[in-house]
């Protein structure tokens, strides 16, 4: 069964340091997202992707996130200088077009210290 | 902003029924059901549109009442794989999930 892959399963990074989350989507999907859970928290929406552009972002996008496709499989969420508060379970979804079902990955635990 | 799940928790034993409702201040236009085990990913459970259509899979009913701007999943003869934590989400377009708002959940345990 196709499935969502995300790397890395787990990162620790400190304050201010960039960090890159990895995603691979399911092959035939072309809507992409993000969202992220803080422990015990729930699922919160971050961005959107269709046709190489964002389509849809969240209060919590600001300028120290940005997403990108930069090549036919990967799609990537690039925290700038990450925070404390930026500690969360990150996860990545496809969608095939109008199904409206996601498919999650695993999820990324980003520990910011 | 976010719908509002009902109850926040509940246990049930192995067999018995449990309801949870998700209702939102804003107009719906779809209604979407997760289930997330514990350290896991939401698993999609079922989809519910304007007009009607449902989808989803699973031995697991949904409800949509678009005038009250409610859902309501039906979880019936619960079985111990059925716990975890249901979110309800809402998305601004029919069928689609460009933005999906997630509820604050309703963790569900079953026992024995």
């Known amino acids: 069964e196709p499935e969502v892959t995300q790397t890395p399963s787990h990162q620790v990074t400190q304050m201010g340091q960039e960090v890159i989350l990895r995603c691979v989507p399911i092959s035939n999907h072309l809507y992409f997202y993000w969202y992220r859970q803080i422990l015990g928290q729930k699922v919160e929406f971050l961005v959107s992707f269709y046709n190489n552009e964002i389509s849809e972002k969240s209060e919590i996008f600001d300028d120290q996130f940005s997403v990108e496709r930069p090549d036919g499989s990967n799609f990537t969420l690039k925290i700038r200088s990450t925070k404390l508060e930026d500690s969360a379970m990150y996860f990545c979804a496809s969608s095939g077009v109008y199904t409206g079902e996601l498919f999650f990955g695993e999820g990324s635990r980003l520990t910011v210290l | 902003q976010q719908p509002v799940q009902s109850p926040q928790a509940v246990i049930l034993r192995e067999g018995e029924d449990a309801v949870i409702n998700c209702s939102s201040s804003k107009a719906l236009y779809s209604v979407h059901w997760y289930r997330q085990k514990h350290g896991e990913a939401p698993v999609f459970l079922m989809i519910?549109?304007?007009?009607?259509e449902q989808k989803g899979h699973e031995k697991i009913s949904a409800s949509f009442n678009e005038k009250k701007q409610q859902s309501s999943l039906y979880l019936t003869a619960s079985q111990l794989s059925y716990s975890g934590t249901y979110f309800c989400?809402?998305?601004?377009?029919?069928?689609?999930?460009?933005?999906?708002?997630f509820g604050t959940g309703t963790r569900l345990q079953v026992t024995l």
């Open positions: 989400g809402t998305a601004p377009f029919t069928g689609t999930a460009s933005k999906l708002t």
């Open positions: 519910l549109l304007k007009g009607g």
